[in-house]
């Protein structure tokens, strides 16, 4: 069984930059996605990296976050820039498409003043 741990998540302000970590606990040659779920909404994509490290951003995050992925540390990382308060959520990595028994506990995820 395959475990994957989100860390980096915490409280910054608005502008502020955060390093979102996911460390597998086997290798993985999907591809890789982080997700993110604000209270009361789906839990939506926000970026991908594939094997051969081509990435897809959502429109929401493009130019402001950056996905890249480690393969030797079996991790997979998620820098955002330029946070806004609507990026506040809870962040969770899978691969992508996601499977179920990927998901783990997730980062939180606070941008407030």
């Known amino acids: 069984q395959v475990q994957l741990v989100e860390s980096g998540g915490g409280l910054v302000q608005p502008g502020g930059s955060l390093r979102l970590s996911c460390t597998t606990s086997k290798s993985i040659f999907n591809a890789m996605a982080w997700y993110r779920q604000a209270p009361g909404k789906e839990r939506d994509l926000v970026a991908r990296i594939t094997s051969s490290s081509s990435t897809n951003y959502a429109d929401s995050v493009k130019g402001r976050f950056t996905i890249s992925r480690d393969n030797a540390k079996n991790t997979v990382y998620l820098q955002m820039n330029s946070l806004k308060l609507e990026d506040t959520a809870v962040y969770y990595c899978?691969?992508?498409?996601?499977?179920?028994?990927?998901w783990g506990q997730g980062t939180q995820v606070t941008v407030s003043s």
């Open positions: 899978n691969i992508h498409p996601p499977f179920r028994d990927y």
